[in-house]
């Protein structure tokens, strides 16, 4: 049986893409609590949390100990899970009521995202992969954690700052929309999915605005309330439409095989249920309550799936590493 060594080296080679481990679980957590299965969801949420905290870790050692390593990895798109990933699971326990330890994740993704984004975007190039955007999930993840504080606390400044989040994650959809490689929609190992998911998460954040206004803050007139209502609709019918594409060209092209890449097929899976159930209670149409609720058993299963091919590789890795 490999040693503790063995692991230790396994796990030092983990890049930052395995940030979205995080991010698909914790958004598998926050599916089930909309469909009202609290206690699978929390289960979900402990993984997420125990993910979470390995992987701040290891970023934390890289940065202290292994600075060249860290800058070089802070380059790649992946390296904006981190920001993400804290923002979706301070959604999750924001539900919680556990407010005061959802503001702590704010402060931290907001702390990580200038530096992280800056870094990335300066060195997009041409025909990248679906990882390119990650620019938009990050911000927008940022936008809905605001979005849900500012509800749950009652704090006007916080959903503004959300609203500027929010269209600023659109022009960098629109930006990483550009450097986007089609052939990936075909071609790519699983990160291709994030070209739904970042709309998803963007529809998710409008939904969240929506759902923060109230007597006491008074945050949107009439005519702000119709565009953001407008623009939430539209980026779920965008983003549904990545779905189907998506999932066509799976079929028509089949990647069998775990890749670590593959985690990020099932947090947009997993965004596009919650994002359906959340559209439906800021804005009504209760007749995509059924499909968002399928949605949401469907990201469950992909996520079991890749669950047990990271299991697997995990197993595999850390024997060749003994």
């Given at each position: 049986?490999?040693?503790?060594?063995?692991?230790?080296?396994?796990?030092?080679?983990?890049?930052?893409?395995?940030?979205?481990?995080?991010?698909?679980?914790?958004?598998?957590?926050?599916?089930?609590?909309?469909?009202?299965?609290?206690?699978?969801?929390?289960?979900?949420?402990?993984?997420?949390?125990?993910?979470?905290?390995?992987?701040?870790?290891?970023?934390?050692?890289?940065?202290?100990?292994?600075?060249?390593?860290?800058?070089?990895?802070?380059?790649?798109?992946?390296?904006?899970?981190?920001?993400?990933?804290?923002?979706?699971?301070?959604?999750?326990?924001?539900?919680?009521?556990?407010?005061?330890?959802?503001?702590?994740?704010?402060?931290?993704?907001?702390?990580?995202?200038?530096?992280?984004?800056?870094?990335?975007?300066?060195?997009?190039?041409?025909?990248?992969?679906?990882?390119?955007?990650?620019?938009?999930v990050a911000t927008e993840g940022l936008a809905v954690l605001a979005a849900t504080l500012a509800a749950a606390t009652t704090t006007a400044w916080l959903a503004r700052a959300a609203m500027v989040l929010f269209w600023l994650?659109?022009?960098?959809?629109?930006?990483?929309?550009?450097?986007?490689?089609?052939?990936?929609?075909?071609?790519?190992?699983?990160?291709?999915?994030?070209?739904?998911?970042?709309?998803?998460?963007?529809?998710?954040?409008?939904?969240?605005?929506?759902?923060?206004?109230?007597?006491?803050?008074?945050?949107?007139?009439?005519?702000?309330?119709?565009?953001?209502?407008?623009?939430?609709?539209?980026?779920?019918?965008?983003?549904?439409?990545?779905?189907?594409?998506?999932?066509?060209?799976?079929?028509?092209?089949?990647?069998?095989?775990?890749?670590?890449?593959?985690?990020?097929?099932?947090?947009?899976?997993?965004?596009?249920?919650?994002?359906?159930?959340?559209?439906?209670?800021?804005?009504?149409?209760?007749?995509?309550?059924?499909?968002?609720?399928?949605?949401?058993?469907?990201?469950?299963?992909?996520?079991?799936?890749?669950?047990?091919?990271?299991?697997?590789?995990?197993?595999?890795?850390?024997?060749?590493?003994?």
């Open positions: 049986m490999p040693g503790i060594s063995a692991q230790c080296a396994w796990w030092a080679g983990r890049p930052p893409a395995a940030g979205a481990a995080v991010m698909a679980t914790g958004i598998v957590s926050v599916d089930l609590h909309l469909a009202g299965a609290e206690t699978l969801s929390r289960v979900f949420l402990w993984l997420a949390c125990i993910a979470w905290v390995a992987l701040a870790a290891h970023f934390a050692v890289r940065l202290v100990g292994q600075w060249e390593r860290w800058v070089t990895e802070a380059r790649s798109p992946g390296a904006l899970t981190a920001v993400a990933a804290t923002t979706v699971l301070g959604t999750r326990i924001s539900a919680l009521g556990l407010q005061h330890l959802a503001q702590t994740s704010l402060a931290l993704a907001a702390l990580l995202w200038p530096p992280l984004l800056v870094l990335v975007v300066r060195h997009w190039r041409p025909r990248m992969p679906g990882a390119v955007f990650l620019c938009c994650g659109l022009a960098l959809y629109g930006l990483a929309l550009v450097h986007f490689d089609l052939r990936q929609v075909l071609e790519g190992p699983g990160d291709q999915w994030i070209a739904g998911g970042a709309l998803a998460i963007s529809a998710l954040a409008g939904a969240r605005l929506l759902s923060a206004d109230s007597a006491r803050l008074y945050l949107w007139n009439d005519d702000d309330r119709g565009v953001l209502r407008d623009a939430t609709v539209v980026l779920l019918v965008l983003d549904l439409a990545w779905y189907v594409v998506l999932l066509a060209a799976e079929a028509v092209r089949p990647r069998p095989g775990y890749d670590t890449r593959r985690w990020a097929t099932v947090f947009p899976m997993g965004m596009t249920a919650a994002t359906t159930l959340s559209v439906v209670a800021a804005v009504g149409g209760a007749w995509l309550t059924g499909p968002g609720r399928v949605l949401v058993w469907v990201a469950v299963a992909a996520w079991l799936v890749v669950a047990a091919g990271a299991a697997l590789a995990a197993r595999a890795g850390i024997s060749r590493a003994g």
